[in-house]
């Protein structure tokens, strides 16, 4: 895959890393209007290529009355607007593949859930609309067998496709890293480091997930040193009531000074 086939990416020659972040799921104009806003700023002062993401959707619930989304197609005008406000790409993801067609029209990238990156019919669908396919690796899946999936998409005539490693299950309640998987990931497509969702705690009592975002940096740096082309995170301005996946998202009053940590470190690791 290369950046430069994403619309809109800026900072290709910053040889950083890049950067998918955003809320977990949309919940109004305003709110994804206001974390693109700060995180364009500081993508842009740390020449970070950025992807702002919002899940248009949330089909992944524990419980059937957890939040799912504000309506199909009103979330995803609202990417498509933080997209020409901005002039930035976007990515969402999808579950069903009636949802390709319908979220290409909106969005540069087509994001596959972990617990669905199995599915051919889905993603086969995400690669026929031609637009940057990310396909998470399972929870329950080795790197190595990540390949088969990306030559699902390359073999239905897509070549833009990226991997993004976001824990692997250790126990009923927890995640864990592999970050030898990271070379074997690379060999296959550029892979990103899903940073928040590694540090979920599912499956707790309350059916809604737990996390840890206290290590939110510990991962991201280790990520980093070991070279990652990217990295994804969610962000809120108030993570305590986001209405989805708050437990494990990043204070957006942190994202700049974590981003100007992990850039330097980059430099360090670039002159290596």
Known sequence: MELNRIPKIKHLSSHNFFLLAGPCAIEGEEMALKIAEKAVRITDDLKIPYIFKGSFKKANRSRLDSFTGIGDEKALKILQK????????????????????????????LQIPAFLVRQTDLVVAAAKTGKVVNLKKGQFMSPDSMKFAVNKVTESGNTQV????????????????????????????????DITHSLQQPNQASGVTGGRPELIETIARAGIVNNVDGIFLETHFDPSSAKSDG?????????????????HIRNLVNQW
């Open 247 to 263: 437990a494990n998202m990043l204070d957006l009053k942190h994202l700049e000074g974590l981003l100007t940590r992990l850039t």
């Open 82 to 109: 933080v997209s020409e406000t901005f002039d930035i790409p976007t990515v969402t993801d999808i579950h069903v593949p009636q949802d390709a067609q319908k979220a290409a029209a909106y969005v540069d990238v």
């Open 162 to 193: 990226m991997l993004t490693e976001r824990g692997t299950m250790f126990g009923y309640q927890n995640l864990i890293v592999d970050y030898t998987g990271i070379p074997v990931m690379r060999q296959f497509a550029p892979t990103v480091l």
